[in-house]
């Protein structure tokens, strides 16, 4: 499975109301260390069906970024039956980013 593009149109539904857990990742373009990071977080996605990933592009969806405050990135997040339980802001090992979805 890949990765979702993650909108404020189908935020809730893929996001809040998904049975298994989500792993988020906000981004932007421009952003080195999101680049860096993007192949790992992909990786994932494509791995571990178990796992939700979606990415948030900050400059596309800006609503989305004030609303969970975003002011670094990247920033993961994890959410399981819609609440937001693990928020991690910069790069992250493979290995750091399975044990946030644990």
């Known amino acids: 499975m890949s990765y ?17 857990p989500v792993l988020v990742d906000f981004w932007a373009a ?16 494509a791995e571990r069906s178990d796992v939700k990933v979606g990415k948030v592009n900050v400059d596309d969806q800006q609503e989305l970024a004030r609303t969970y405050r975003i002011m670094s990135i990247p920033t993961l997040m994890v959410f399981k039956n819609g609440e937001m339980v693990r928020r991690e802001v910069g790069g992250r090992s493979k290995e750091e980013i399975l044990d946030m979805v644990r």
């Open 30 to 45: 421009w952003c080195g260390p999101c680049q860096a990071l993007a192949p790992t977080v992909e990786e994932i996605a």
């Open 4 to 20: 979702v593009t993650l909108t404020k149109e189908n935020f809730e539904q893929e996001v809040l109301r998904c049975d298994k």
